[in-house]
Protein backbone atom coordinates (compact mmCIF):
# COMPACT_ATOMS: atom_id res chain seq x y z
CA UNK A 1 0.00 0.00 0.00
CA UNK A 2 1.75 3.11 -0.88
CA UNK A 3 1.43 6.02 1.79
CA UNK A 4 1.96 9.55 1.49
CA UNK A 5 2.21 11.91 4.32
CA UNK A 6 1.40 15.07 4.11
CA UNK A 7 4.03 16.81 5.92
CA UNK A 8 7.07 15.59 8.63
CA UNK A 9 6.02 18.18 11.85
CA UNK A 10 5.49 16.90 14.75
CA UNK A 11 2.10 14.83 14.10
CA UNK A 12 2.90 13.52 10.41
CA UNK A 13 7.07 13.05 10.92
CA UNK A 14 6.20 10.87 14.08
CA UNK A 15 3.18 8.59 13.04
CA UNK A 16 4.60 8.51 8.71
CA UNK A 17 8.18 7.97 10.50
CA UNK A 18 6.80 4.90 12.55
CA UNK A 19 5.53 3.50 9.50
CA UNK A 20 8.74 3.94 7.52
CA UNK A 21 10.62 2.18 10.91
CA UNK A 22 7.75 -0.38 10.38
CA UNK A 23 8.94 -0.98 6.46
CA UNK A 24 5.42 0.03 5.05
CA UNK A 25 5.59 2.41 1.95
CA UNK A 26 6.08 5.74 3.08
CA UNK A 27 6.58 9.23 1.10
CA UNK A 28 6.89 12.48 2.86
CA UNK A 29 5.23 15.46 0.59
CA UNK A 30 7.21 18.41 2.15
CA UNK A 31 8.30 21.79 1.24
CA UNK A 32 11.95 22.56 -0.17
CA UNK A 33 13.21 23.60 3.36
CA UNK A 34 12.23 20.72 5.09
CA UNK A 35 13.37 18.31 2.36
CA UNK A 36 16.47 19.69 2.93
CA UNK A 37 16.85 19.27 6.52
CA UNK A 38 15.56 15.47 5.79
CA UNK A 39 17.70 15.42 3.32
CA UNK A 40 21.10 16.25 5.56
CA UNK A 41 19.55 14.55 8.57
CA UNK A 42 17.34 12.20 7.70
CA UNK A 43 14.08 11.86 9.91
CA UNK A 44 14.94 11.51 13.32
CA UNK A 45 12.33 10.58 16.34
CA UNK A 46 13.02 10.84 20.06
CA UNK A 47 10.71 9.16 22.44
CA UNK A 48 10.41 7.03 25.11
CA UNK A 49 8.83 3.86 23.02
CA UNK A 50 12.09 4.22 21.45
CA UNK A 51 13.93 5.57 19.23
CA UNK A 52 14.28 5.32 15.09
CA UNK A 53 16.41 7.55 12.51
CA UNK A 54 15.84 6.86 8.69
CA UNK A 55 18.99 8.65 7.05
CA UNK A 56 17.48 9.05 3.85
CA UNK A 57 13.42 9.44 4.48
CA UNK A 58 11.55 9.08 0.83
CA UNK A 59 10.08 12.32 -0.06
CA UNK A 60 8.36 14.45 -3.00
CA UNK A 61 7.66 18.14 -3.48
CA UNK A 62 3.94 19.47 -4.57
CA UNK A 63 5.93 20.31 -7.85
CA UNK A 64 6.68 16.50 -8.64
CA UNK A 65 3.76 14.49 -7.39
CA UNK A 66 2.32 12.93 -10.14
CA UNK A 67 1.39 8.97 -8.88
CA UNK A 68 -2.13 8.36 -6.67
CA UNK A 69 -1.38 6.59 -3.82
CA UNK A 70 -3.40 4.30 -1.56
CA UNK A 71 -3.54 6.42 1.76
CA UNK A 72 -3.08 10.27 2.55
CA UNK A 73 -2.50 10.89 5.84
CA UNK A 74 -2.69 14.37 6.70
CA UNK A 75 -1.16 16.16 9.51
CA UNK A 76 -1.07 19.55 8.18
CA UNK A 77 -1.73 22.81 10.33
CA UNK A 78 -5.52 23.63 10.26
CA UNK A 79 -4.56 27.08 8.81
CA UNK A 80 -2.46 25.34 5.33
CA UNK A 81 -5.44 22.91 5.06
CA UNK A 82 -6.18 24.84 1.65
CA UNK A 83 -2.48 24.73 0.58
CA UNK A 84 -2.13 21.34 1.74
CA UNK A 85 -5.35 20.29 -0.53
CA UNK A 86 -3.65 22.06 -3.35
CA UNK A 87 -0.43 20.19 -3.03
CA UNK A 88 -1.79 16.89 -2.66
CA UNK A 89 -4.44 16.90 -4.91
CA UNK A 90 -2.42 14.82 -7.52
CA UNK A 91 -2.14 12.21 -5.31
CA UNK A 92 -5.78 11.36 -5.07
CA UNK A 93 -6.95 8.69 -7.52
CA UNK A 94 -10.47 6.93 -7.53
CA UNK A 95 -9.37 4.21 -4.82
CA UNK A 96 -7.75 6.80 -2.63
CA UNK A 97 -8.52 7.38 0.62
CA UNK A 98 -7.56 10.52 2.78
CA UNK A 99 -7.15 10.38 6.27
CA UNK A 100 -7.22 13.54 7.87
CA UNK A 101 -5.41 14.28 11.93
CA UNK A 102 -6.50 17.34 12.45
CA UNK A 103 -8.38 18.92 15.47
CA UNK A 104 -12.08 19.96 15.46
CA UNK A 105 -14.52 18.96 12.40
CA UNK A 106 -14.16 22.03 9.84
CA UNK A 107 -11.98 20.54 7.76
CA UNK A 108 -14.21 17.72 7.05
CA UNK A 109 -16.55 19.90 5.29
CA UNK A 110 -13.35 21.36 3.40
CA UNK A 111 -12.15 18.18 2.09
CA UNK A 112 -15.39 16.95 1.56
CA UNK A 113 -15.75 19.62 -0.97
CA UNK A 114 -12.38 19.15 -2.50
CA UNK A 115 -12.55 15.11 -2.87
CA UNK A 116 -16.19 14.07 -2.08
CA UNK A 117 -17.46 12.82 1.08
CA UNK A 118 -16.86 8.71 0.11
CA UNK A 119 -13.14 9.61 0.19
CA UNK A 120 -12.56 10.95 3.46
CA UNK A 121 -12.39 8.52 6.61
CA UNK A 122 -12.71 10.08 10.38
CA UNK A 123 -9.36 10.06 12.13
CA UNK A 124 -7.49 11.32 15.33
CA UNK A 125 -4.31 10.97 17.04
CA UNK A 126 -3.43 11.56 21.04
CA UNK A 127 0.26 12.05 21.41
CA UNK A 128 2.50 14.96 23.08
CA UNK A 129 5.51 15.75 20.08
CA UNK A 130 7.28 18.62 19.04
CA UNK A 131 10.34 19.79 16.45
CA UNK A 132 13.39 20.34 18.20
CA UNK A 133 16.42 22.86 16.88
CA UNK A 134 17.43 20.50 14.55
CA UNK A 135 14.52 18.98 12.94
CA UNK A 136 14.09 15.91 15.23
CA UNK A 137 10.35 14.22 16.17
CA UNK A 138 10.53 14.52 20.37
CA UNK A 139 7.67 12.42 21.93
CA UNK A 140 6.88 14.03 25.12
CA UNK A 141 5.32 11.54 26.70
CA UNK A 142 3.83 7.40 26.65
CA UNK A 143 1.16 8.30 24.40
CA UNK A 144 1.02 8.05 21.10
CA UNK A 145 -2.39 6.67 19.51
CA UNK A 146 -4.15 6.96 16.48
CA UNK A 147 -7.61 6.11 15.75
CA UNK A 148 -9.43 5.96 12.66
CA UNK A 149 -12.86 4.56 10.42
CA UNK A 150 -15.52 5.21 8.28
CA UNK A 151 -17.88 8.18 9.56
CA UNK A 152 -20.81 6.34 8.98
CA UNK A 153 -19.58 3.45 11.52
CA UNK A 154 -19.21 0.92 9.26
CA UNK A 155 -16.33 -1.73 9.69
CA UNK A 156 -15.60 -1.01 5.44
CA UNK A 157 -13.37 -3.80 3.86
CA UNK A 158 -11.45 -0.33 2.71
CA UNK A 159 -11.23 0.09 6.81
CA UNK A 160 -9.52 -3.36 7.50
CA UNK A 161 -7.22 -3.04 4.75
CA UNK A 162 -6.33 0.08 6.37
CA UNK A 163 -5.88 -1.48 9.20
CA UNK A 164 -4.03 -4.32 8.42
CA UNK A 165 -1.48 -1.78 6.64
CA UNK A 166 -1.22 0.41 9.37
CA UNK A 167 -0.80 -2.53 12.00
CA UNK A 168 2.25 -3.26 13.24
CA UNK A 169 4.27 -0.01 13.47
CA UNK A 170 5.12 0.96 16.87
CA UNK A 171 2.19 3.42 17.81
CA UNK A 172 -1.00 2.07 19.45
CA UNK A 173 -3.55 1.78 16.23
CA UNK A 174 -7.57 1.29 16.85
CA UNK A 175 -9.96 0.69 13.87
CA UNK A 176 -13.44 2.87 15.24
CA UNK A 177 -16.80 2.29 14.50
CA UNK A 178 -17.74 5.56 16.31
CA UNK A 179 -14.72 8.02 15.16
CA UNK A 180 -16.54 10.98 14.37
CA UNK A 181 -18.36 10.48 18.33
CA UNK A 182 -14.60 10.18 19.43
CA UNK A 183 -13.59 13.03 17.30
CA UNK A 184 -16.38 15.29 18.80
CA UNK A 185 -15.09 13.93 22.72
CA UNK A 186 -11.40 15.21 21.09
CA UNK A 187 -12.19 18.47 20.27
CA UNK A 188 -14.35 19.49 23.66
CA UNK A 189 -11.20 18.43 25.20
CA UNK A 190 -8.72 20.43 22.79
CA UNK A 191 -10.63 23.33 22.44
CA UNK A 192 -10.85 23.20 26.81
CA UNK A 193 -7.29 22.93 27.26
CA UNK A 194 -5.89 25.08 24.63
CA UNK A 195 -8.69 27.76 25.66
CA UNK A 196 -7.79 27.88 29.07
CA UNK A 197 -3.54 27.35 29.16
CA UNK A 198 -3.75 29.97 26.62
CA UNK A 199 -5.69 32.00 28.51
CA UNK A 200 -3.85 31.67 31.76
CA UNK A 201 -0.45 31.07 29.78
CA UNK A 202 -0.12 28.50 32.36
CA UNK A 203 -0.35 24.83 32.48
CA UNK A 204 -2.87 22.88 33.97
CA UNK A 205 -0.93 22.32 37.14
CA UNK A 206 -0.35 25.80 37.48
CA UNK A 207 -4.07 26.88 36.84
CA UNK A 208 -4.87 24.85 39.20
CA UNK A 209 -2.25 25.90 41.96
CA UNK A 210 -3.75 29.28 41.09
CA UNK A 211 -7.12 28.17 42.56
CA UNK A 212 -8.71 28.19 38.92
CA UNK A 213 -9.63 24.68 38.49
CA UNK A 214 -13.60 25.16 38.55
CA UNK A 215 -13.16 27.88 35.37
CA UNK A 216 -11.44 24.42 33.71
CA UNK A 217 -14.15 22.68 34.73
CA UNK A 218 -16.82 25.09 33.46
CA UNK A 219 -15.19 25.72 30.10
CA UNK A 220 -15.28 21.68 29.39
CA UNK A 221 -18.64 21.63 30.60
CA UNK A 222 -19.08 24.56 28.23
CA UNK A 223 -17.27 22.23 25.60
CA UNK A 224 -19.03 19.45 26.22
CA UNK A 225 -22.71 21.06 26.01
CA UNK A 226 -21.65 22.13 22.60
CA UNK A 227 -21.05 18.88 21.15
CA UNK A 228 -24.53 17.38 23.00
CA UNK A 229 -26.09 20.50 21.07
CA UNK A 230 -25.25 19.07 17.92
CA UNK A 231 -26.21 15.08 19.12
CA UNK A 232 -22.21 14.07 20.11
CA UNK A 233 -22.63 14.19 24.22
CA UNK A 234 -19.17 13.44 25.64
CA UNK A 235 -19.43 9.90 27.18
CA UNK A 236 -19.07 9.00 30.71
CA UNK A 237 -15.88 7.67 30.18
CA UNK A 238 -14.69 10.75 28.21
CA UNK A 239 -16.20 13.29 30.78
CA UNK A 240 -14.14 12.02 33.66
CA UNK A 241 -10.63 11.21 31.73
CA UNK A 242 -11.21 14.88 30.72
CA UNK A 243 -12.21 16.14 33.66
CA UNK A 244 -9.58 13.99 35.77
CA UNK A 245 -6.80 15.06 33.36
CA UNK A 246 -7.58 19.24 33.07
CA UNK A 247 -8.08 19.23 36.91
CA UNK A 248 -4.83 17.26 37.85
CA UNK A 249 -1.84 18.95 40.24
CA UNK A 250 0.88 19.48 39.42
CA UNK A 251 -0.04 18.47 35.96
CA UNK A 252 2.91 20.00 33.36
CA UNK A 253 0.27 19.55 30.43
CA UNK A 254 -0.64 22.63 28.33
CA UNK A 255 -1.85 22.68 25.05
CA UNK A 256 0.39 23.00 21.82
CA UNK A 257 -0.94 26.44 21.16
CA UNK A 258 0.31 27.94 24.46
CA UNK A 259 3.31 26.84 22.67
CA UNK A 260 2.47 28.94 19.29
CA UNK A 261 1.21 31.64 21.05
CA UNK A 262 4.94 31.80 23.00
CA UNK A 263 6.91 31.72 20.38
CA UNK A 264 4.83 34.22 18.36
CA UNK A 265 3.62 31.77 16.01
CA UNK A 266 -0.09 31.37 14.15
CA UNK A 267 -2.30 29.44 15.81
CA UNK A 268 -5.31 27.04 15.29
CA UNK A 269 -7.19 29.21 17.34
CA UNK A 270 -10.17 29.69 14.50
CA UNK A 271 -10.11 26.09 14.05
CA UNK A 272 -10.58 24.74 17.07
CA UNK A 273 -11.90 27.60 19.02
CA UNK A 274 -13.42 29.54 17.10
CA UNK A 275 -15.63 27.14 15.11
CA UNK A 276 -16.47 25.50 18.38
CA UNK A 277 -18.12 29.04 19.55
CA UNK A 278 -19.71 29.29 15.80
CA UNK A 279 -21.50 25.86 16.71
CA UNK A 280 -22.46 26.76 20.08
CA UNK A 281 -24.01 29.86 18.50
CA UNK A 282 -26.06 28.04 15.64
CA UNK A 283 -27.45 25.56 18.13
CA UNK A 284 -28.37 28.80 20.57
CA UNK A 285 -25.77 28.67 23.17
CA UNK A 286 -23.90 31.20 24.61
CA UNK A 287 -20.86 30.07 26.26
CA UNK A 288 -19.24 32.68 28.50
CA UNK A 289 -15.82 31.32 28.88
CA UNK A 290 -15.22 29.69 25.44
CA UNK A 291 -16.21 33.32 24.04
CA UNK A 292 -13.98 34.99 26.40
CA UNK A 293 -10.97 32.42 25.55
CA UNK A 294 -11.66 32.98 21.26
CA UNK A 295 -11.43 36.72 22.12
CA UNK A 296 -8.43 36.16 23.36
CA UNK A 297 -6.95 34.06 20.85
CA UNK A 298 -8.35 36.21 18.19
CA UNK A 299 -7.07 39.55 20.06
CA UNK A 300 -3.30 37.65 20.00
CA UNK A 301 -3.62 37.29 16.05
CA UNK A 302 -5.06 40.34 15.35
CA UNK A 303 -1.79 42.12 17.31
CA UNK A 304 0.26 39.15 15.22
CA UNK A 305 -1.09 39.95 11.81
CA UNK A 306 -0.66 44.09 12.97
CA UNK A 307 3.29 43.52 13.64
CA UNK A 308 4.16 41.43 10.89
CA UNK A 309 2.85 44.34 8.55
CA UNK A 310 4.24 47.06 10.14
Known sequence: ????VVGAGAIGGYFGGRLLEAGRDVTFLVRAGRAAQLGAHG????????????PRP???SAETLREHHDL????????????AIQSFAPAVGPATAILPLLNGMRHLDTLEARFGAAAVLGGQCVISATVDDDGRIVHLNQLHGLSFGERDGSR????TRLAEALGGARFDLRLSESI?????EKWAFIAALAGITCLMRASVGDIVAAGGADLTARL??????VAAAHGHAPRDASLRRNATMLTAANSTLSASMLRDVERGGATEAEHVVGDLLRRASDAGLSPALLRIAYLH???YEARRSRCKET
Open 1 to 4: MKIL
Open 43 to 54: LGIRSPAGDFHA
Open 58 to 60: PTV
Open 72 to 83: VLLSCKAYDLET
Open 156 to 159: SARA
Open 180 to 184: VQEMW
Open 220 to 225: LDECGA
Open 297 to 299: LAA
